[in-house]
């Protein structure tokens, strides 16, 4: 984010790199904190972790995707016919409801769809996979739901690393593909979504970098106009009060007050609404707001990373990881979807998922049969 905001594609990316790299700083050292905190704690109360696997009940796995599956189809039926056809039509010139006006129930219906990719991973039979993979992947798709996905895309990710034995070089390797082609996919759906003349005229992108690759100044400035619509935030935002705008995500969207903050949000120099994760704590609480979520997020941190919690609990720290991988994008710790997938998939761990201690002598034993 640093060195994009450094490259100042736009004619509004905010010109002083001191404010962005101490805001960098602060927000690295109060994750420090919280993270090395809870890890003295696990450590002292906890002691040493013993080995775990998951056992999964393939049956249960199964009927959970299928009554998902079909909550999610029924509501994206309902959709259609209530909207009229999919925002993905309009790619192919058929007129559709813009993908932010689309359709109701989208709040549910995302997080039903990321839980049954993720969970789709998790069965044995190839054509289940497939189907469930493509069905949500489609479904998803069709909603031109872009950011979704994307988040979606890196839990599965997460899911299949920790599953497999492959080696790390491997794994990196598959995780460099799937960013590449997730990079692709975003300018696909951004191109067909705005155009290239409404992409530049929007980001105010520079008429010297207009003749650069689109996929290059997508992913240029979708990373970099964050970080500086936050510093102007900063910059120009003057805290009076103590206020909870950043809790309205956590509401469905016909219920979702206006924000207190609006004055400075529609500000000319911020461009895209997106502003990190910080913006929102900032604003509410000023630079306490900062110390506050950087130190919850390096709590979770440390909880996950002691104990072996991250393998233990796929598919909930799959979930925590992708909120911190596009954190700098917007803020998915207090988002209704999130929050809604985190309670989904810890029902399904709960419901298909069991937890027990490998016996080693006896697994070698019978490693040692399997092979005389």
């Not at 390797?173 to 759906?189: M, R």
């Not at 909880?303 to 925590?320: D, P």
């Amino acid at each position: 984010m640093l060195a994009s905001v450094r490259l100042q594609i736009s004619y509004v990316t905010y010109p002083y790199f001191s404010l962005p790299l101490l805001l960098f700083l602060f927000s690295f050292l109060f994750f420090l904190l919280g993270h090395y905190f809870v890890r003295l704690i696990c450590r002292l109360t906890e002691g040493s972790q013993s080995n775990s696997c998951n056992e999964i009940n393939i049956s249960k796995l199964r009927r959970l995707n299928l009554y998902l599956s079909g909550a999610a189809g029924i509501l994206t039926l309902y959709n259609v016919i209530a909207s009229g056809p999919l925002p993905i039509f309009s790619f192919l010139g058929i007129e559709a409801i813009s993908y932010a006006e689309y359709g109701r129930f989208k709040q549910i219906i995302f997080p039903l769809l990321m839980v049954v990719f993720i969970n789709s991973f998790l069965e044995t039979s190839i054509v289940r996979r497939l189907f469930y993979s493509s069905f949500s992947f489609l479904v998803m798709l069709s909603y031109v739901a872009r950011g979704s996905i994307m988040l979606m895309l890196f839990q599965a990710l997460i899911v299949f690393s920790i599953r497999n034995s492959k080696s790390k070089t491997k794994l990196y390797f598959i995780a460099l593909v799937g960013l590449i082609g997730a990079a692709l996919l975003a300018d696909f759906i951004g191109t067909n979504r705005t155009g290239d003349a409404i992409f530049f005229a929007y980001m105010q992108v520079k008429t010297t970098f207009q003749d650069w690759p689109t996929v290059y100044l997508w992913i240029i400035s979708y990373v970099s106009t964050p970080l500086s619509n936050l510093c102007w935030l900063v910059d120009l935002a003057h805290f009076d009060h103590v206020s909870w705008s950043f809790s309205y995500q956590l509401l469905p969207a016909f219920w979702t007050p206006e924000s207190p903050h609006l004055s400075f949000i529609e500000n000319s120099k911020v461009i895209d609404g997106v502003h990190t994760y910080l913006s929102n704590y900032f604003l509410d609480f000023s630079y306490f707001g900062i110390f506050l979520i950087n130190c919850f997020m390096g709590m979770l941190s440390g909880y996950y990373s002691s104990g072996r919690r991250i393998s233990k609990n796929l598919l909930t720290s799959s979930i925590f990881l992708s909120c911190v991988a596009f954190m700098f994008f917007y803020d998915y710790f207090a988002n209704l979807e999130i929050v809604l997938e985190i309670g989904i998939q810890c029902a399904a761990q709960y419901y298909f998922m069991k937890a027990y201690s490998p016996q080693p002598l006896q697994i070698k034993s019978e490693i040692a049969t399997v092979r005389s």
